[in-house]
């Protein structure tokens, strides 16, 4: 069975029932992964294009690695290999990979919205990697995936999301994918990342860390970029950790079942200390193996079967 | 001599009080009586124009218009954006001097006059660079700039972050006269921010630009008003702050005017959803809040004028991803009856909105020649308040189809408008 819509845009597009089945569907896709040979048939004949506007690992490698084992064609372009190098714009190069009728465009992109332009100007499937400080809707829907594996539920839950907000396309879509199944999500960090009118998306914020993991059943910690220092919104990356990165003194208190997560790359010692990325609450590495789940699902239900 | 007769329309001038239905006789390209119909002569050499339904007003002037020309003539030159003017309802247009070559000498102010007058069609007032350059760094030769015909300074475009050097200006400009028309924008504040700072931006992920951007700069101009008594005219005022500084300093007694843009009066943050390119302008668009603060300051007269801040842009600039678009819409063909939908409103009433886009901005820019007066070249608008029409850019004089009014149905435009008694738009013929 098809998702009828067209894209994969963001989580705001998305209904409850859509990213329930999203979930379901990926959770039956996950043991694909762990056979001794990777592959089904599923996706034969279709061919994907992975078009990476900004770097990446773990995105791109999850979504090739999903595309693959469904046996989908893939092609990947990043930036500094293609035309863009000579000038050539979003919408030309649009153009030009619409002509050779792939059936779904991955994209990452430096600019907010750049996936609805390409989704306006094609007719294959697109999915956004993350577009600028927009969405990661892949992210987020592996993130649910893995608090409700673990939790079985996500509506009722508290998640607090801990760091630069401002700046993170996943805190977006995580805020409005876990809102939207019924979690309340509690932001915190210091003022300077936390953006104007982030209430209105469903969340409430603090600027304590202690206090907002303090009962919190997950706690997700954002990568901070040291560039952003340049930009005055936070003084030293020592004075970050000391305020506001998850240590071991600052779990003390915390639910014995919490979760904790991390979108990656971390900055170790920065937002997260590494005896807590490795820690008993760490579920960092599951959430890169759902991921290759939840991207098997969006293509699975994107091109899959008859529409 | 060359007589016509503008019969039995509605003649609203907020500059000498008229209101009522009078015919306007011209000859030679002045008029020459503003009468009542029955006492008007009607002379074998008359040509009539009836203007009955219609209102006829004193020719409508836009002080904010990019032209291009010289150096972007692909998005417009000043023959498309002088009859673009024309059929917007406009006769007198002022063009900003970030063209490239920059308007910061007589040479350039010299070739924009020149290729206006081969365009033949509206009348043109450049404003020339308030730094060499719009570099922010050191004055523009104002002395030459006034003698080759500026009528203001501006580095439009551009803010002058230089508190000094926008002191300088505003007080080596009064020994010429010159307006000075100042861009508020703090550089700092607006940082990598695309669009209005709040709930859009953050839901949209996109970089925002907080009211205050402009705010703290026109708290510091009228500082500097103050201080060196210059007349000071702000640009595009778009958020509720600078509207509160504005009416204190009027309060004050000091030199201070301001514009604003029917896009602000009329659209919010909200236009930008769907990252429409059409969206983004400098100042950006703002919240309700702002919109229904300019739309109060016009109606009470703390924003004195509206201009278009027409920006023509091609798809080159356009159709790229949101923060690489360039700032910019047009509005030369939409301003009126985008402006009348006040009227409509029941807002500000249509003498006020009059003295807004004709009166007002003519005597901010000192021009000679005010009203509908016998002897006074014969420069007017004749408006169809009742016309309906949709917003279709393909219909547009401009070279530019960047307006993010698309589809819009508006009710009012101009249907004829006259520079020195010659026609230079007439909505029947559209001779031009």
Sequence with gaps: MRLAEKDILDIESLSVERIKNILDTAEGLKEISTRPIKKVPTLRGKTIIHFFYEPSTRTRTSFEIAAKRLSADTVSISASTSSIAKGETLVDTAKNLEAMNPDAIVIRHRAAGAPHMLARLVRASVINAGDGMHAHPSQALLDMMTVREKKGRLAGLKIAIIGDITHSRVARSNIVGFVKMGAEVILAGPPTMIPMGVETLGARVGYHVQEAIKDADVIMVLRIQKERQQALVFPSEREYAQCYGLTEEKLAGVKEDVLIMHPGPINRGVEIAPEVAEGPYSVILEQVTNGVAIRMALFYLLLGGAR | ?432
């Design chain 2, 1 to 432: 001599m060359k007589r016509s007769l503008i019969k039995g329309g509605r003649v609203i001038d907020p500059e000498t009080g008229l209101d009522g239905l009078l015919d306007i006789l011209i000859e030679n390209g002045k008029i020459v009586s503003i009468e009542n119909p029955q006492s008007s002569i009607v002379n074998h050499q008359s040509s009539i124009i009836n203007a009955s339904g219609k209102i006829v007003t004193p020719g409508l002037i836009d002080m904010h218009v990019h032209l291009r020309e010289p150096g972007h003539e692909y998005k417009e030159t000043i023959e498309t954006g002088c009859l673009s003017a024309a059929h917007g309802g406009f006769t007198t247009i002022c063009c900003m001097p970030n063209t490239d070559p920059i308007n910061d000498n007589q040479s350039v102010t010299d070739y924009i006059l020149k290729k206006a007058r081969m365009a033949g069609t509206v009348r043109v007032y450049p404003v020339g660079a308030i730094s060499r350059g719009l570099r922010g760094e050191g004055l523009a030769d104002y002395g030459e700039l006034k003698a080759a015909g500026v009528v203001a300074v501006s580095d439009d475009g551009n803010p002058v972050m230089n508190a000094q050097l926008m002191r300088r200006a505003l007080e080596y400009g009064k020994g010429f006269n010159l307006l000075v028309i100042s861009h508020c924008e703090d550089r700092n504040l607006t940082a990598d921010g695309v669009m209005n700072e709040g709930i859009t931006s953050t839901r949209l992920g996109l970089p925002g630009i907080p009211n205050a951007e402009e705010t703290v700069m026109v708290a510091r101009d009228i500082a500097l008003c103050e201080l060196t008594d210059a007349r000071l005219h702000i640009a595009h005022v778009s958020t509720e702050g600078s509207v509160r500084l504005i009416s204190e300093a009027k309060a004050l007694g000091l030199l201070v005017t301001a514009e604003t843009t029917p896009h602000y009066f009329s659209l919010t943050e909200e236009a930008v959803t769907g990252y429409d390119t059409n969206a983004k302008v400098h100042p950006p668009l703002r919240t309700d809040r702002d919109r229904d603060a300019i739309r109060q300051a016009l109606a009470d007269g703390t924003i004195d004028v509206i201009a278009s801040d027409h920006a023509p842009h091609s798809s080159i600039e356009k159709d790229l991803e949101f923060d690489q678009a360039a700032n910019g819409m047009i509005g030369l063909e939409t301003s009126l009856p985008l402006s009348l939908q006040l009227v409509e409103a029941g807002l500000i009433s249509l003498n006020d909105l009059i003295a807004r886009m004709s009166i007002n901005p003519a005597r901010i820019l000192n021009l000679v020649h005010i009203g509908l007066k016998p002897g006074n070249p014969a420069d007017l608008t004749i408006i169809d308040v009742e016309k309906k029409f949709t917003v279709d850019p393909d219909t547009f004089r401009s070279k530019s189809r960047n307006t993010p009014f698309t589809g819009r149905e508006l009710k009012g435009k101009a249907v004829l408008t006259m520079v020195g008694g010659k026609i230079v738009f007439d909505d029947e013929r559209q001779k031009h």
